[in-house]
C-alpha cells in the first residue's frame, strides 16, 4: 500500500468542499489559528487511517463506543487499526442517527472493507465523501450544533457556506427518504401489521451489524500493508 494517494484522488481530495469543513476541526482549539481551511486540509492519508475521523465524532458524539484497538504483531498494527477506527467511525454514527437523532439511514452505507483494502479506489473516495457526509447530519444536530454551525458561518467564505447549506440539506431534508428516514414519522403512518414487520427487519438489521463485527479479520488485511 503507498503511503500516499494517487494525484488525481489528491486533487479531488483538497477541491472538496466536505473535507474543508471536516478540516475545521483539525484547528479547533488550535493556538495557531489558522485563517482558512485550506492551510490545514486534512490528508487523504488521515481520513482513510479513520484517527482522524474518530477524534472528530468523539467531539460530536460522546456516547462510549468500544475503543479497543487490536494489535497482532507490528506487521498487522496499522491494518488492523485502521478496520477498528473504520468499524467504530460506522457503530457511532448509525447509534447517533437512531438513538439521539431517532432516524434510519437508508443511503448505501460505505463500504470500510474496501476502504481499509484499497483507499486510493474511486469507490472508496466515494464512501469516504459519504462518510463525512454523515458526520455533517450529525453536527448539525448535536448538542453543540450552535457552536459548529458558527463555525462554519465564521471560518468558511460565503460561497463555501452556501454549498455547505446544500450539503446540509441533502442529509437534513425529512422529505428525501434517499438518505435518511424519521423512526417517528414514518413509523407512525404504518399500520398494525406494518409495524411489526418494520420492527422485525430492524431487529434483523441489528443482528446483521453485531455478526459483522465479531467476524475474524479479512485476510486480505495481512497483505495490504
Not at 496499522?78 to 431517532?102: C, G, V
Not at 439511514?105 to 463525512?132: F, G, H, N
Not at 457552536?147 to 447549506?165: D, M, P, R
Request: charged share 25%; proline share 3%.
Amino acid at each position: 500500500m503507498t503511503e500516499e494517494a494517487s494525484p488525481r484522488i489528491q486533487f479531488k481530495l483538497l477541491s472538496s468542499l466536505l473535507v474543508a469543513w471536516i478540516s475545521l476541526f483539525k484547528t479547533e482549539g488550535d493556538n495557531s489559528q489558522k485563517d482558512s481551511p485550506e492551510e490545514v486540509t486534512v490528508s487523504y492519508r488521515e481520513l482513510y487511517q479513520g484517527n482522524f475521523l474518530r477524534t472528530v465524532i468523539k467531539q460530536i458524539y460522546t456516547r462510549n463506543v468500544d475503543d479497543n484497538i487490536v494489535t497482532r504483531g507490528a506487521r498487522l498494527d496499522e491494518a488492523m487499526e485502521r478496520l477498528t477506527n473504520w468499524n467504530i467511525i460506522m457503530k457511532s454514527l448509525k447509534l447517533f442517527y437512531r438513538d439521539e437523532l431517532q432516524q434510519v439511514v437508508t443511503m448505501k452505507l460505505p463500504d470500510i472493507l474496501r476502504i481499509c483494502r484499497d483507499p486510493e479506489d474511486e469507490s472508496s473516495y466515494a464512501d469516504i465523501r459519504t462518510t463525512i457526509l454523515l458526520i455533517l447530519g450529525c453536527a448539525i444536530q448535536c448538542e453543540r450544533k450552535e457552536f459548529l454551525i458558527q463555525q462554519i458561518l465564521s471560518k468558511l467564505n460565503s460561497e463555501q457556506q452556501h454549498a455547505i447549506k446544500d450539503c446540509i440539506t441533502e442529509i437534513t431534508d425529512s422529505e428525501n427518504t434517499e438518505h435518511v428516514i424519521s423512526l417517528e414519522t414514518q413509523v407512525e403512518s404504518l399500520g398494525i401489521t406494518g409495524k411489526a414487520l418494520y420492527y422485525h427487519l430492524n431487529r434483523v438489521l441489528e443482528e446483521r451489524d453485531v455478526y459483522i463485527e465479531v467476524l475474524p479479520t479479512p485476510p486480505f488485511l495481512i497483505l495490504c500493508l
